[in-house]
């Protein structure tokens, strides 16, 4: 991550980048072997110290680092969602619910009784034992899957069908999944001894429904979740436009994520930079096709356009645009990634 005082820059690779240069699949084995994921975080940061090290990224002599992600989606992993991994990426298995097993369903009220939870305390025990190490940090985001995102993991594409024709049936699924989600949040904190001052969720897939429909069967459950934090952040990787004038009507919102499709300047103009973060998502495909030009050129127009100083959740002065790009593929040309550097750096 490159941070200046109007604009921070964190970047990312995708699985399909890993295999392609390097070999390195996604497996399952990554989230149920705690000592084959550390030696694998570890050779990441190796490789990208000795490929990109010159621009601040990677660590040519890593140190274990140890994660805990459980699962690609703890809560739907709570219901019994399998999870498919190929080499380069992975996608849930939904289950099969009539109406009548969507009605019966309960909220998950012990989740420390559910298998991805307990082996995740196993792997906890290990990290214990092997590093003297205890999960007790955090980011100041407690990012997690969205409800819409964790009702699609478990019951597949016809959630969006049914949400116009059985609308009952669908408030009942999501508050379970809600209430679930929340007991799930407040397990973390108990790991962590402390709970972080934002909540932040990934309500990516709001792109596939209408912001009124956002108003009727998701904006109380996001409230719900979050009443125990002092701040929430959303996070969307696509057009945010259509949706702003509802969440806006969350009143602890203080950060959000967009698509770069966004209008940055005129979201600025309903985001003041010393109330809200912005984190605008660089658009990959167009990365890999741009000339090194048009993205110093674009980079600089985002940073004049939403950059600036805020205050974050403890106070202090930071940067309050993000510019992102977390899933870079082949395809991009190295000096497109030097390029994003280089202006940040100038700016």
């Known amino acids: 991550m490159?941070?200046?005082?109007?604009?921070?820059?964190?970047?990312?690779?995708?699985?399909?980048?890993?295999?392609?240069?390097?070999?390195?699949?996604?497996?399952?084995?990554?989230?149920?072997?705690p000592e084959y994921r550390t030696r694998l975080d570890m050779e990441k940061e190796?490789?990208?110290?000795?490929?990109?090290?010159?621009?601040?990224?990677?660590?040519?002599?890593?140190?274990?680092?140890?994660?805990?992600?459980l699962s690609p989606n703890p809560v739907a992993s709570m219901y019994g969602v399998e999870f498919q991994f190929e080499k380069e990426?992975?996608?849930?298995?939904?289950?099969?619910?009539?109406?009548?097993?969507?009605?019966?369903?309960?909220?998950?009220?012990?989740?420390?009784?559910?298998?991805?939870?307990?082996?995740?305390?196993?792997?906890?025990?290990?990290?214990?034992?092997?590093?003297?190490?205890?999960w007790n940090n955090f980011s100041n985001?407690?990012?997690?899957?969205?409800?819409?995102?964790?009702?699609?993991?478990?019951?597949?594409?016809q959630i969006l069908t049914d949400l116009i024709e059985k609308p009952k049936v669908m408030h009942h699924f999501f508050s379970c999944v809600t209430h679930t989600l929340r007991n799930f949040l407040d397990w973390r904190v108990t790991i962590w001894g402390r709970r972080p001052p934002t909540l932040g969720l990934g309500n990516c897939t709001d792109v596939m429904i209408s912001p009124e429909m956002y108003l009727d069967?998701?904006?109380?459950?996001?409230?719900?979740?979050?009443?125990?934090?002092?701040?929430?952040?959303?996070?969307r990787d696509n057009k945010l436009d259509a949706f702003l004038d509802v969440?806006?009507?969350?009143?602890?919102?203080?950060?959000?994520?967009?698509?770069?499709?966004?209008n940055l300047k005129q979201l600025r103009k309903r985001l003041p930079v010393e109330k809200y973060h912005i984190n605008f998502r660089?658009?990959?495909?167009?990365?890999?096709?741009?000339k090194k030009i048009e993205v110093m050129r674009y980079t600089e127009q985002w940073i004049e356009e939403g950059g600036g100083t805020w205050r974050n959740e403890i106070g202090q002065p930071s940067p309050a645009l993000g510019l992102i790009i977390?899933?870079?593929?082949?395809?991009?040309?190295?000096?497109?990634?030097?390029?994003?550097?280089?202006?940040?750096?100038?700016?």
């Not at 190796?46 to 992600?69: A, S, V």
């Not at 991009?332 to 990634?337: L, Q, T």
Request: net charge negative; glycine share 8%.
């Open 141 to 157: 985001c407690d990012g997690t899957p969205g409800i819409l995102n964790i009702a699609l993991a478990i019951g597949g594409n």
């Open 247 to 262: 969440y806006l009507q969350h009143l602890k919102l203080n950060a959000i994520d967009c698509g770069w499709d966004s």
């Open 89 to 134: 990426t992975v996608w849930a298995l939904p289950l099969k619910f009539d109406d009548a097993d969507l009605m019966n369903l309960r909220p998950i009220s012990n989740v420390e009784e559910t298998l991805v939870i307990k082996e995740g305390k196993k792997q906890l025990r290990y990290f214990e034992e092997r590093y003297g190490w205890k």
């Open 282 to 290: 660089i658009d990959p495909l167009w990365l890999s096709r741009a």
């Open 46 to 69: 190796r490789i990208l110290g000795e490929r990109f090290g010159y621009l601040g990224l990677g660590n040519k002599d890593p140190k274990p680092n140890p994660t805990l992600p």
């Open 2 to 33: 490159k941070v200046d005082k109007k604009v921070e820059l964190s970047i990312g690779f995708s699985e399909e980048w890993w295999y392609t240069n390097y070999g390195i699949s996604l497996s399952k084995k990554y989230f149920t072997d």
């Open 326 to 347: 977390d899933c870079i593929d082949s395809n991009v040309p190295e000096e497109n990634i030097e390029a994003l550097f280089e202006v940040v750096e100038r700016k």
């Open 217 to 235: 069967f998701i904006f109380k459950q996001d409230e719900y979740l979050a009443e125990k934090y002092s701040f929430l952040g959303i996070h």
